[in-house]
């Protein structure tokens, strides 16, 4: 039986980076179509259905807060019926801290959309977020963008989203708690406990990519307990994802730097659970 037409609606705070998201999906296949009203949904929905299953293109669209603030609040309503006809649907949300989007806006000198008749940049970033959490609230998967540039958004939506996989999608992260936790993390491991390869001077200006770090590592027994709590932890609750229908899972290892320890457990996980899940990718947030 062929796979049912894939609808994937991008959405998110503006700055965050949609146009982007949606530029690397049309690349991808995609038919795209930007600031859809949500009240149009429903006949998409219909058309997707009539289009069938004959391996044709797949849809992405954009939505916004240019949306009437009524039909945001009744997106949930629009999404279950979407669903409830069999369109596959899956909602990406790209976010980032307000310091960030307020950065972006002013080196940009765009004016942000909910900015009319002198409402401060502040404000309107946080009317947005408020009119958009019905969409945030049912995301299948949240993007922080708040670190990312350009390039490694273009990356993480192809990694993401650019194949049509109908298994579980998982992405194993390092990052540095120094430099804040992935808000769009599922789960979230802190190994700030293991021996920190920072202390050892030759060690320093290398990575948990490094030989030279690997071993040092190994050498530790708490790292190797450190390693088969995770994996087991991981192995006994992805299987549940899966049976729930997720198509998401972002998991995220945090030492303090995101150098050493962090890089080298994500490494060994992802290419444990590549053997068996497949859909495993990898970004070391503090390397990029």
């Known amino acids: 039986m062929a796979d049912a037409r894939r609808l994937i609606i991008v959405s998110g705070l503006s700055g965050s980076g949609k146009t982007v ?10 038919y795209c179509i930007d600031n859809l009203p949500i009240s149009l949904l429903s006949g998409l929905g219909a ?11 797949d849809f992405a669209v954009g939505i916004d807060a240019r949306n009437r603030p009524g039909d945001l609040q009744q997106f949930p309503s629009f999404l279950d019926h979407l669903r409830a006809h069999g369109v596959k649907t899956e909602i990406v949300f790209l976010t980032a801290d307000d310091a960030t989007l307020i950065k972006r806006f002013s080196e940009t000198r765009r004016r942000h959309p909910l900015s009319a008749d002198d409402r401060p940049l502040a404000e309107a970033i946080a ?9 945030q609230e049912r995301a299948d998967l949240l993007v922080d963008t708040t670190t990312t540039t350009l ?13 049509h996989h109908a298994r579980l999608s998982i992405l194993f992260q390092s ?12 789960f979230v491991f802190d190994v700030r406990c293991l021996p920190n390869p920072h202390w050892e001077p030759a060690l ?6 490094d030989q030279p770090v690997a071993e040092y ?13 995770i994996r087991d932890f991981l192995a006994h609750w992805i299987p549940a994802f899966e049976r729930d229908n ?10 303090t730097g995101g150098q050493h320890r962090s890089v080298y457990l994500s490494e060994r996980l992802a290419a444990h659970f590549a053997r068996q899940f497949g859909q495993v990718s990898m970004r070391h947030r503090e390397l990029s």
Do not use: W
């Open 21 to 30: 998201a949606l530029h690397t999906l049309e690349d991808a296949g995609y």
């Open 175 to 186: 990052f540095g708690f120094k430099h804040g936790v992935p808000a769009d993390a599922d």
């Open 47 to 57: 058309h997707l259905g009539l289009l069938g299953t004959d391996g044709g293109q």
């Open 246 to 255: 997720r198509s998401y899972l972002t998991i995220a290892i945090g030492c």
């Open 151 to 163: 390039h490694q958004l273009r990356d993480i939506i192809n990694e993401r989203l650019g194949g």
């Open 217 to 229: 590592l190994e050498a530790q027994p708490q790292v190797e307990q450190m390693y088969v709590h």
């Open 204 to 209: 320093r200006p290398l990575t948990g990519r």
């Open 127 to 135: 009317v947005e977020r408020h009119l958009l959490s019905p969409i």
